[in-house]
């Protein structure tokens, strides 16, 4: 990293972030880098390839300024996206100087890092960042397989025919222990895809009503949601689940229902619930989307 100056990291950075608040639910950190690739000039260094791994310079720099902007709390990495918090865009609208911008990024991983050994902080602005590398490459390396392996499992699921995939969510519901009476065949299903209950004879309430929307860029609106919740009677629970999640003024319709129950799940929250419930999915559902843990020590920077 010795051909990186912190006004350069700075420049990268900011320009990262400006690419980043025009798009505020975040983006793939493979499509941000790229982005970024082309707004800025790339030195010769930066265009390089380090010999051993043929990765391009330019994205390990980036993400080595990164690891500092998430311990700062101006940056957050989720299911393979990188979002900028509030606390990040008022530091890129404060902090207009590139190398002050990346200094105060610095001294705040550096003070997380000393709290986290228990160490009183003295001096957390060094010029050299060397004691910090090898941390910070293990953070690197743990955060793109994490990208890699939810970015393989966002494919499965678009690659799905839609009938397969409300199958899969048919699944789910009865390893978590509910019982589907009925699952939409082809065609015009009503605006209800499955109907579960919490017994073998369906003679107990709640009655679920799932509709099920296997998207990769649509977010479900409010309008659709208003639909779906039309089906849903006051006895009954409603579960909408869509891919690409839902636009902001959905989420919030659903969460200020006081009479008819709706739970909204996203991608990340139906593999999460795929996860937790793996071990009671039988072999045919598990064939769906079949998934490996791989346990890594966790990084410390």
Not at 22 to 46: C, F, I, K, W
Not at 249 to 273: G, P, S
Request: hydrophobic content about 40%; charged content about 30%.
């Amino acid at each position: 990293m010795a051909e990186i100056t912190r006004k350069r990291a700075g420049e990268l950075l900011r320009k990262l972030f400006d690419i980043l608040i025009q798009n505020p639910e975040g983006l793939p950190a493979h499509d941000a880098l790229e982005r970024l690739a082309t707004a800025v000039q790339m030195t010769s260094y930066e265009a390089g390839v380090y010999e051993s791994s043929g990765d391009r310079r330019f994205e390990k720099i980036v993400r080595f300024g990164t690891v500092d902007c998430v311990k700062a709390g101006w940056l957050v990495k989720q299911d393979g996206k990188w979002i900028v918090t509030d606390e990040g865009v008022t530091a890129w609208k404060q902090l207009t100087d590139p190398e002050a911008f990346y200094k105060r990024a610095t001294q705040l991983y550096r003070a997380w890092k000393a709290k986290q050994g228990g160490k009183q902080v003295i001096d957390v602005t060094p010029d050299s960042a060397k004691d910090t590398d090898a941390d910070k490459s293990a953070n690197i390396t743990f955060e793109k397989a994490e990208e890699e392996a939810w970015s393989e499992i966002e494919q499965s699921l678009a690659s799905m025919n839609p009938y397969e995939f409300q199958q899969l969510v048919a699944d789910l519901l009865v390893a978590m222990g509910y019982y589907p009476s009925w699952i939409a065949p082809p065609g015009k299903d009503g605006g209800v895809d499955i109907i579960a209950h919490p017994d073998p004879l369906g003679t107990q309430f709640p009655r679920i009503k799932v509709q099920v929307k296997r998207r990769v860029e649509q977010k479900a609106d409010i309008d659709e949601l208003k639909a779906f919740l039309a089906m849903v009677g006051d006895e009954d629970a409603g579960i909408y689940v869509s891919t690409a999640g839902f636009t902001r003024d959905a989420a919030t319709f659903a969460r200020t229902q006081e009479k008819r129950r709706i739970t909204l799940l996203n991608a990340r929250q139906l593999v999460e619930l795929w996860i937790k419930f793996y071990d009671k999915l039988d072999s045919k559902a598990r064939a769906r989307l079949q998934l490996t843990p791989i346990y890594f020590l966790t990084p410390t920077a």
